[in-house]
Every structure is written in C-alpha cells, then in structure tokens.
C-alpha cells in the first residue's frame, strides 16, 4: 500500500510528526506532532507568537519546514504541497479578499483561481448557502467583520476541500456572528470535512473534539477538552459572600499553592494544584473572612495559565490592576 494509502486507512487528516522551523536562527515552532483524525475539528491554542500561524502554514506547504514531516490527506507536505492545496482551504489570520469587489465577484474569483466550473453559478450558489444571498451585490469591504469572516469562510469552502484550516477565523467577531461561524464549522464537520481552527477564545476551543495547546513552539497539552482538565492535576473553589473579596484575591495570589484568583461577578473563582495544601489554604481564609468557599471544577483556562511561566495570578479584579 502506497504512504497515502496507509494515511488515509488510518482515518488521519493530518498527521505530521516533529514538525520545525527557524526563522533567521531562531527557533519557533520546536518539535510539534499532530494527529488529527477525517471529520474532526481540531482547536489549536495557545499565545501570541507561540508557533501556531507557522504550524498551519507548514501544513498547507506555504512554509517549507527546517526539521520534521508528515502528510495532509495523504500527501507529503513537502513534495507534494501543490496537491495540498488544490484540496485544502486556507483561512488566514488577516482579511485577504478583494475591498472593491462585491461578495459574488470576490467568490466568483476564487472560483475561477481553483478552475472551478460555472464560476458565477457556483459563487451564488455557495453565497446562499453561507447566508451570504442578500449580500451578493455589496462592495466586500464595506461588510461588518462577523459577514466579512463569513464571506472568507465561503471563499475557501467554494472548491469542497476536505480539509480547512482556520487561522483565528472569528477573532473580533461578536458572539452571535461567532456562534453562527461555528454552527457553519460543525455542519461541514458533520459532512466529513476535518477542520484546523485556531482560537483564542475558550468557548470556541470547547466547541473542538480535540485541541492542542501550543506554548513557545511546543505542545505542552492535547486530546479532548474533558482528557486535558482532568490530567492537569488541579483543583478550583468558587468564593462568595459580599465583601472582602478584594483582600482575599491579594491573600490567596500570594500563597505559592494557589496558581490563578479570577472575579465573576460577585463571585471568585481560585485554581491550583490539587491537594491539602490548597484546600486548607483556601478554607482557612475564607473562614477569617466569613466567606463561603465550595469546591467548582478547574476549567480549560485554569489549565492553561498554569502552563504559563509568568502567569498573571488574578484576572478581573482590582487586585490584579
Ligand atoms: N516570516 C517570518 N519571519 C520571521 N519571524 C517570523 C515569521 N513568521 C513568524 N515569525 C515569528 O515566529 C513566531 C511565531 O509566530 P506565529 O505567527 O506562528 O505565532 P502565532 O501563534 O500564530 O501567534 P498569534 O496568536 O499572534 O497569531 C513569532 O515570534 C513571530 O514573530
Ligand atoms: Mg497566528
């Protein structure tokens, strides 16, 4: 059986293995394995600069890697990136259609670069199905950002790729626009297409069947959301009772076993390694302030500011001002 054959039998999208790259002697992305499985969506996460525009370039052949392989739908993603593209869609991370043309010709372009038949046809056609109908005839760059997200999606959809790769697709984009984006990614999942998506937003990375969290061009977590909290080894508390929050944010970010302090509203969510020591910790000075401290379930975010060196300890309150 040939290499893509075995891929494909597999049931991997993607499956790249020690993936580099350098820029001018700078190492950025350091060793990144990734198996995603046909009709999964995949989140990648992780801050600013940690590797993962750089991740999906290398994996639609736009960036050759400088250590590292692997193979997209079956196709090698150094010698055969041009067959990588013609069968996947590239969102990337800035607008990059056409301001002064309409949503149909923007579409109809696209339809046209990919060698598609019927072009107009297909651009009308593929703008309906994106909710983009009555929108046909308007200049692209005078859309809102929630429809100009929604337009991009539609031009890297147009040739049926089975695979997309979505660079931080609804970043700025306001909730609804964004739930609206999201019910778009799991009905083209649900018709088999595997999807990339990077995120900032943690919502949107429990929305994925698997996700990989990317820290300084390495993965330091993946699997399925649910696998990634309970493997973290933490515990949280939710704190209420009026007053004296503030104080305790200061208290509690100052104790070595408490690793995040974020204000909800009139409630304080705490996080750290699980363990007596938190525990105690914790109820101990909820009691002197007469506060009330229950147990709460550590979420994704506890877990990934844990992974950061220099963790900002209270998020939302004065106290962290
Ligand atoms: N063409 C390039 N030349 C030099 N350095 C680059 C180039 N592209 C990316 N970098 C650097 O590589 C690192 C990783 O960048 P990358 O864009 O992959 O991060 P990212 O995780 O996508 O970040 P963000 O969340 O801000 O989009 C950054 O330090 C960036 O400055
Ligand atoms: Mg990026």
Not at 46 to 61: A, D, E, F, H, W
Not at 301 to 320: L, S, T
């Amino acid at each position: 059986m040939s290499a893509q054959g075995r891929t494909e039998a597999a049931g991997w999208a993607i499956d790249a293995h020690n993936l580099r790259k350098s820029f001018g002697g700078r190492e950025v992305v350091r060793g990144i394995s990734l198996k995603v499985r046909r009709g999964e969506i995949y989140g990648f996460l992780g801050p600013n600069g940690s590797g993962k525009t750089t991740t999906i370039r290398m994996l639609c052949g736009l960036l050759t890697p400088s250590g590292g392989g692997g193979r997209c739908l079956g196709y090698d993603i150094v010698r055969e990136s041009r067959m990588i593209r013609l069968h996947v869609g590239y969102m990337t991370q800035q607008f990059s259609l056409y301001s002064d043309l309409t949503v149909g010709e923007n579409l109809a372009f696209v339809a046209r670069v990919y060698g598609m038949a019927r072009p107009v046809e297909l651009a009308e056609r593929t703008a309906r199905e994106m909710g983009l109908g009555a929108r046909l005839n308007q200049l692209a760059g005078t859309l809102s950002g929630g429809w100009k997200q929604r337009l991009a999606l539609a031009a890297c959809t147009l040739h049926d790729p089975q695979l997309l790769l979505l660079d931080e697709p609804t970043a700025g984009v306001d909730p609804k626009a964004r739930r609206d984006f999201w019910d778009s990614i799991h009905a083209l999942a649900s018709r088999g297409v595997t999807v990339l998506v990077s995120t900032h937003y943690m919502d949107e990375a429990e929305r994925c069947h698997e996700l990989a969290y990317i820290y300084k061009g390495r993965i330091l977590a993946n699997g399925p959301v649910d696998r990634i909290v309970a493997q973290s080894g933490l515990a949280a508390f939710s704190i209420s009772g009026g007053r004296g929050l503030d104080d305790l944010a200061r208290h509690l970010a100052g104790l070595p076993q408490v690793e995040s302090v974020t204000f909800r509203g009139d409630e304080m969510h705490v996080a750290g390694r699980a363990g007596k020591a938190l525990a105690d910790a914790v109820h101990a000075a909820c009691k002197a302030r007469r506060l009330t401290c229950t147990a709460d379930a550590p979420t994704l975010e506890d877990v990934f500011i844990h992974f950061m060196e220099d963790r900002p300890k209270v998020c939302g309150g004065e106290a962290g001002a």
